[in-house]
């Protein structure tokens, strides 16, 4: 069975600039959460999708969104891209709703702002 | 202030060493999670621990949640190059339905 995949692997964009990263989970699979990776603040939740509605959300401001499809794919956006938000994106499904299902994570977005 | 402390934050070690990593709360947790990443990689799932003093064993990595249930350990035995990478302990919230992580122990094993 395939693993999580998102695309792409690697981004440089700049400042006030947008970005959309894609994330397919494993077959089956319906949640689908979001998380950043920074070294200062490490792994933060973002969000989590199930059944293409958001169910759970993090503490980050409102340029951050998502939304998931009918096949479970799931996207998200940061719009007005700044300096801090360079960071690896990642993402991660289950089987069903809720962060304490086991989460397998993607090989993540790496996100350059320059 | 991480709601989940580990130490060390780093850990640079010979082939052959023992070592052990601390994942620490002053929160109750109903299990927790441990996590290997190594660069380029997502985390990948090791272990979760549910019963407070339950023990854990994965080939040379023992794992242990604490009696009252917040805090844990991860104790390397004989460590190999191939164990390097970050090890994240991480717990679920209920308020707020998501999984928190520790800031993590970079591990790197010299051969």
């Known amino acids: 069975k395939a693993g999580v995949t998102q695309t792409p692997r690697y981004l440089i964009k700049t400042r006030g600039q947008q970005v959309t990263l894609s994330c397919s989970p494993i077959?089956?699979?319906?949640?689908v959460s979001w998380y950043q990776q920074t070294p200062g603040q490490g792994l933060q939740f973002l969000f989590e999708?199930?059944?293409?509605?958001?169910?759970n959300k993090g503490n980050f401001p409102g340029r951050f969104s998502g939304r998931q499809f009918s096949n479970s794919r799931s996207e998200m956006n940061v719009s007005t891209l700044e300096l801090g938000d360079s960071a690896l994106y990642l993402c991660?499904?289950?089987?069903?709703?809720?962060?304490?299902?086991?989460?397998?994570f993607g090989p993540g977005t790496r996100l350059t702002v320059l | 202030t991480q709601l989940l402390e580990q130490s060390p934050q780093f850990l640079s070690i010979q082939e052959g060493e023992n070592l052990t990593v601390y994942c620490n709360s002053s929160?109750?947790?109903?299990?927790l999670q441990w996590y290997r990443q190594e660069p380029g990689e997502g985390p990948v799932l090791l272990v979760t621990?549910?019963?407070?003093?339950e023990v854990k064993k994965l080939k040379r990595l023992t794992f242990q949640f604490g009696d009252a249930r917040k805090d844990s350990s991860l104790h390397i035995t004989a460590a190999q190059p191939g164990d390097t990478g970050l090890y994240l302990c991480?717990?679920?919230?209920?308020?707020?339905?998501?999984?928190?992580f520790g800031a993590g122990t970079i591990l790197r094993v010299k051969s």
């Open positions: 999708y199930f059944s293409e509605t958001q169910r």
């Open positions: 077959s089956g699979h319906r949640s």
């Open positions: 929160s109750v947790f109903s299990s």
């Open positions: 621990v549910v019963t407070g003093g």
């Open positions: 991480a717990a679920y919230m209920e308020y707020g339905n998501k999984l928190v």
């Open positions: 991660a499904s289950s089987l069903v709703l809720g962060s304490s299902d086991t989460q397998y």
